[in-house]
Nanobody
Framework: QVQLLESGGGLVQDGGSLRLSCAAS????????MHWYRQAPGKQRELIAS???????YHPNSVKGRFTISRDNAKNTVYLQMNSLKPEDTAVYYC????????????????WGQGTQVTVSS
């Protein structure tokens, strides 16, 4: 089994910064693409950042220039640096990863973290 453990959420003022981390652990053969999603109250979960194992990144326009995804493949960890935070960034942030597990190496499984709350006060 594989677990994703997020950390780094909290309360920050408008214009502030936070850095989220998500570490994958368990019976991992390789971690492929990793993603960050967020879900605000009453809204659908939205993709806000993706990174391939080779380091290619994607950010939608809503966060481009403010949020940056990165990863450490040796630690199976993905990060999300969030700058210039706004009250509308308030949400639960979720880590998501495509993982090949040790026991079954011919397919990829998708896993979610438990989420971490980010609150931006005005």
């Amino acid at each position: 089994q594989v677990q994703l453990l997020e950390s780094g959420g909290g309360l920050v003022q408008d214009g502030g910064s936070l850095r989220l981390s998500c570490a994958a652990s368990g019976s991992i053969f390789v971690v492929n693409d990793m993603h960050w999603y967020r879900q605000a109250p009453g809204k659908q979960r939205e993709l806000i950042a993706s990174i391939t194992s080779g380091g290619t990144t994607y950010h939608p326009n809503s966060v481009k220039g403010r949020f940056t995804i990165s990863r450490d493949n040796a630690k199976n960890t993905v990060y999300l640096q969030m700058n210039s935070l706004k009250p509308e960034d308030t949400a639960v942030y979720y880590c998501n990863a495509d993982v090949v597990i040790q026991a079954i190496r011919d397919r990829t499984y998708n896993y979610w973290g438990q989420g971490t709350q980010v609150t931006v006060s005005s």
